[in-house]
């Protein structure tokens, strides 16, 4: 589908931007990607009063058109750049009413390019209780533009919204701003003559931000460079110089069309509640309950659902076996499928929860509290405030958090934090854990309170963070980095979360979890079946032959053959080669072939560990479909010794070797993407597996 | 005198940076010559500090803060 219109919306982060696109486009959205680049591009569809159907572009909220992070740099890139895709046709300026002076800087650097503008003058509401009183049409009839007041968060107005971008004009009919040419005389016409560039303004981005524009050839940016020589271009004096004279403009314009009142009382809400959540002790305190609160409420409040996904899938598997015929298909289908269908939506309660909070942090404005707090914390040990999002976010999925981390305006803060933040024990490691734990940790009870298991299971977090926070320490010393770091930041009034985009974030994580992670548990899954049920065809039929001997069918039950069979045959399938291949390596920290195959099997992503393990156990033990994995490892005996195989010392070694062990392709894919080299990566793996193997070994020695 | 140097609750006017990268990065958040600036707190560590400035709240820390200089 495309749209008869391009439509894209600028704005500064906090302006309710997103809201107002939720609004317009409903859940009529998809999340893509800018060609060449991994920012997230947000399109949607919508309904003009005229019947055209406009295309939404959700561009990046940013201050101004010189980008300070990664994602901001895309912004300019699709505003200037005529042969984009995204290039829009109309640009619907989102700025917040009660701070109009800054969101308008944005407006003189946009309007400047030349594109037909509207704004969407958001939070009237709060700009009047603040005591600003603005004369929409002076401001209107000054600027150029049409200025349409909506209110996004009650969803008002939004319909004159519609009305304004379908008969907007096609042409720009915005006034000027500023005097670009005298910013730099002579550089900006010889710009726009060699290079053809029609709009002074976009000559003058051209000249700060050529090296970073990716429509521009290399011949085009050298030549700028020297164009740039030639009349001794300062970019940070020029740019100091533009920012002066759009202030002087926005403030000629404000002092006409807008009326301060004296001191308003309703701006200290915010600093009254900034005064608990930011208190010396209370504000730590507070933060840790937020966190405990979040710890709990993923395990108390998803038990329900995710027993309820599991009994469905007991009772899918039954009836599959019951309904369909005895066969490799049908074991294919639920051994293989199902199992591993099973292990990927028995997350999504717990997955959920976790965007649910996370998302509902942001959007109240606690999280940039979060980051003023740690950010001294987190400065020592060669992180930055803002790394507090990703580590955090870390507890759910590397994957988007490493994403997040592009907020983060330094190179050194951002590598480190990328390089730690798989550390922090995400959802999938969850599963792991709770499985091992129940294993072989005892159900008891300690200082009467306590549930001894969920104390482990928050040492296993504790030890995630921890070692994260190291980690990142010493990478401080080894990463070298002139760049100065630096933290300036909004922080946004407290607000109420605006439910439908928690619902909607909600929906889009628990989206992409299912259908991307969900791929690659499904194919490994198959796979693993495959590797798992047939094995060299010498090897296989040497046993058939051994079991059918009259021998050995005098000597034991049918019931007896038959388990002694299956493992025997899994021992000698392909995953079992490979399992014994790997064995004598990791037979110091324990574990024996069986585990190998799902250490290998989980290299892809961790959470294949449980699937892993059930699709062993149901393969080597026919009869017993209807028993957990837990049940199925419970009753694993060491074949030598006879001794169970999860000890507690296995159990906790492998739970270590889980935290540590960079066991998932696509977080590793993601910084790849991130860091645009595979150095990074390379880097990651090796320090994470060399820490995974070094603790198992400590731990399964110390314990044994 | 240095905005780092205020206490909580104190105020001045932007005069000058010391520092041009940093100034323009101050600039476009509205930190500019001319405008009144009120230290609102310090983070519970005593660093960064948060403070308002063209009507809304801005947290810096005080190293950067060591950069503008006041009336």
Not at chain 1, 231 to 252: G, L, P, V
Not at chain 1, 519 to 529: C, R, T, Y
Not at chain 1, 621 to 628: L, P, V, Y
Not at chain 1, 662 to 687: D, F, H, N
Request: charged content about 20%.
């Amino acid at each position: 589908m495309s749209g008869d219109l391009k439509v894209a919306l600028v704005g500064n982060p906090n302006t309710g931007k997103s809201t107002l696109f939720n609004l317009l486009t409903g859940l009529n959205q998809k999340v893509g990607n800018f060609p060449g680049v991994t920012v997230d591009k947000k399109t949607g569809f919508c309904k003009l009063p005229d019947g055209r159907n406009a295309e939404i572009i959700d561009l990046p909220g940013t201050y101004s058109l010189y980008p300070k992070s990664k994602d901001e740099t895309i912004v300019f890139e699709v505003l200037a750049d005529t042969n984009s895709p995204s290039h829009p046709d109309l640009i619907v300026i989102v700025a917040d009413a009660s701070n109009l002076k800054r969101n308008l800087l944005l407006y003189t650097q946009v309007a400047d390019l030349k594109i037909p503008v509207v704004i969407a003058l958001n939070m009237m509401d709060l700009a009047r209780k603040a005591g600003t009183e603005i004369n929409l049409d002076e401001l209107s009839a000054r600027l150029g533009v049409q200025i349409v007041s909506i209110c996004a968060r009650k969803g008002e107005n939004v319909d004159a919204l519609k009305e304004a971008i379908a008969y907007a004009p096609a042409t720009p009919l915005q006034a000027d701003t500023i005097e670009v040419e005298v910013l730099a005389p002579g550089l900006i016409s010889k710009i726009q003559e060699e290079i053809l560039v029609d709009k002074p303004y976009t000559a003058l981005q051209y000249a700060h931000q050529h090296e970073n524009l990716s429509f521009l050839s290399p011949t085009q940016s050298d030549r700028i460079e020297e164009i740039e020589k030639e009349f001794s271009f300062h970019s940070s004096k020029a740019q100091a110089a533009e920012t002066i004279a759009r202030y002087n403009f926005i403030n000629d314009i404000l002092f006409d069309t807008v009326k301060f009142k004296a001191e308003a009382e309703n701006e200290s809400i915010s600093n009254r509640i900034d005064k608990v959540l930011t208190h010396k002790i209370g504000g730590f305190v507070i933060f840790f309950g937020i966190l405990f609160l979040i710890f709990q409420a993923i395990f108390a409040w998803s038990e329900y659902p995710m027993t309820l996904i599991e009994n469905l899938f007991l009772w899918l598997t039954d009836s599959a076996h019951k309904v369909l015929p005895e066969g490799a298909l049908t074991n294919l289908l639920v051994d293989g499928v199902l199992a591993g269908l099973s292990g990927v939506l028995v997350f999504i309660p717990q997955i959920a929860i976790l965007f649910a909070f996370i998302s509902i942090l942001e959007d109240t404005g606690y999280m940039a509290r979060v980051t003023f707090m740690m950010d001294k914390i987190m400065r020592k040990v060669g992180l930055n405030g803002k790394s507090v999002v990703p580590l955090i976010g870390g507890l759910a999925c590397a994957v988007p958090s490493v994403m997040s981390a592009r907020t983060i305006e330094n190179w050194k803060d951002r590598i480190i934090t990328i390089m730690v933040t798989p550390l922090v024990s995400c959802s999938a490691r969850l599963p792991i854990y709770t499985l091992l734990i129940s294993l072989v940790v005892p159900d008891g009870k300690v200082l009467g309170i306590f549930s001894l298991q969920g104390l482990a299971l928050m040492s296993m977090y504790v030890l995630s963070m921890v070692s994260a926070v190291f980690v990142a320490w010493v990478m401080k010393f080894l990463i070298r980095s002139k760049e100065k770091g630096y933290f300036i930041m909004e922080l946004p009034v407290y607000r109420m979360p605006r439910w439908s985009n928690v619902g909607l974030t909600i929906y889009e994580k628990v989206k992409a979890f299912v259908f991307e992670a969900g791929k690659v548990i499904v194919a490994i899954s198959i796979v693993l079946w495959v590797l798992a049920s047939y094995g060299p065809p010498a090897r296989q039929k040497a046993i058939e032959q051994k079991y059918s001997s009259q021998e050995m069918l005098k000597s034991y039950s049918a019931e007896e053959l038959e388990a002694m069979k299956s493992s025997e045959k899994l021992e000698n399938s392909y995953a079992g080669v490979v399992g014994q291949a790997i064995e004598p390596a990791i037979k110091p920290l324990g574990f024996d072939w069986k585990i190998g195959i799902a250490l290998i099997t989980s290299f892809a992503a961790r959470e294949v560990f449980v699937g892993t393990m059930a699709t062993i156990y149901s393969v080597s033990n026919n009869d017993a479909t209807e028993d957990s994995v837990r049940d199925k490892m419970r009753d694993a005996k060491n074949p030598e010794t006879g001794e169970p195989v999860f000890t507690f010392a296995v159990g906790l070694s492998l739970m270590v070797f889980y935290a540590y062990a960079m066991q998932c392709m696509s977080t590793l894919a993601i910084v790849y993407r991130e860091t645009k080299s595979w150095k990074w990566p390379a880097i990651q793996l090796g320090y994470m597996t060399a820490l995974a193997y070094f603790a198992s070994l400590l731990v399964y020695n110390l314990l044994k | 005198m240095k905005l780092s140097q205020l206490e909580a609750g104190q105020s001045g006017i932007i005069k000058e940076f010391t520092d041009l990268e940093m100034s323009v990065k101050l600039m476009e958040m509205g930190c500019l010559p001319g405008e009144p600036i009120v230290v609102e707190r310090f983070a519970p560590l005593g660093d960064p500090m948060a403070i308002r400035v063209s009507g809304y709240q801005l947290s810096l820390r005080k190293n950067e803060a060591s950069t503008i200089i006041l009336h």
